[in-house]
């Protein structure tokens, strides 16, 4: 757990997540019921909504997964846009793998394409599977790396997820990697209005990729943080929190800056950077 995130605080748990009452666990942890999640009329859906497979082309932002209960993700190559392929190896000595980006959120997808193709080129092919994975419940890095786990197995081979938190110091880091809850409870407006009782404004974005290489794997966490403060909402709200985000060093938020700027100093950037020098120097393809 990393300092000053207290998200396992099990009171603050319990009084933050009454109102997700419909859990089921899975590998031990409890998964939330998204709240939109309709039950399917499709068969197989009833075995594990969580494990769905989204099959229309494009992904979404923010919204929860439309799923159609078909969790055969030999769909997901056919269907899914390749994000980003580049082969720099010596193919003759090395084969060039694929990595899956499992992701429902179409703008950390767009993000993680902006950010691989600006910096140094992966010896990996990475693709985006749109898997509709479990929002779970726990420390962030036991969050990334359970997603990752869960991933790989629907894949079947390399796979990277990434989870992100967002963390108000004064609140001892949460709501962390419930934010997602909390943006959809209390909107752009809702989240500034908690710290309105404290002086202390100061929170941080973190973003946790996990890596496995496959099913059984240990997953390789890569953490990244960008220090900033919450502000009231200003800027384009298509990105999540980011209009209520400012980092330190700036006078815009997330949402009021270009993007290839956020893209340098994001949290994203941040660990994505880690994973890049990660799967260049100790986890090149056999
Ligand atoms: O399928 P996954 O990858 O899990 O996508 P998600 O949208 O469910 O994402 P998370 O579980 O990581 O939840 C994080 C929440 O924070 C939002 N978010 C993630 N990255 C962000 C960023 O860089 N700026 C603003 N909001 C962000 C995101 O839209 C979610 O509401
Ligand atoms: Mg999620």
């Known amino acids: 757990m990393q300092k000053g995130v207290n998200c396992s605080s099990r009171i603050a748990q319990r009084a933050l997540f009454t109102p997700l009452k419909a859990c089921k666990s899975v590998g031990g942890f409890h998964t939330p019921v998204r709240e939109t999640e309709q039950p399917s009329q499709t068969p197989g859906a009833s075995r594990g909504h969580c494990r769905g497979v989204r099959t229309g082309a494009s992904l979404d932002s923010d919204r929860d997964p439309v799923l159609t209960g078909r969790s055969n993700v030999r769909h997901i190559k056919g269907i ?84 992100t938190s967002l963390c108000f110091n004064a609140y001892e880091g949460l709501p962390g990697p419930y934010i997602k809850w909390f943006l959809k409870a209390l909107g752009h407006e809702g989240l500034p209005r908690m710290l309105a009782g404290f002086d202390d ?28 403060r919450i502000v009231p909402s200003r800027g384009a709200t298509a990105f999540g929190w980011d209009p209520v985000f400012q980092p330190e060093g700036f006078q815009e938020t997330y949402a009021e800056m270009d993007k290839t700027v956020k893209n340098t100093i994001s949290h994203r950037y941040r660990a994505l950077d880690k994973l890049r020098d990660y799967l260049l120097n100790f986890s090149a393809p056999e």
């Open 80 to 163: 899914l846009p390749v994000v980003y392929k580049q082969r720099v190896m010596d193919i003759s000595t090395k084969t060039a793998s694929e990595i899956m980006f499992a992701t429902g959120n179409a703008n950390k997808l767009r993000e993680v394409v902006a950010i691989l193709e600006a910096g140094r080129p992966l010896p990996f092919t990475v693709k985006a599977a749109n898997l509709d994975l479990p929002e779970l419940q726990g420390e962030p890095q036991e969050i990334a790396k359970e997603k990752c786990r869960l991933a790989a197995q629907q894949v079947g081979g390399a796979v990277m997820v990434e989870d």
């Open 201 to 228: 404004k100061s929170a941080y974005a973190q973003c946790i990729f996990a890596y496995s290489p496959g099913p059984g794997a240990e997953p390789q966490v890569f953490v990244g943080r960008t220090q900033g």
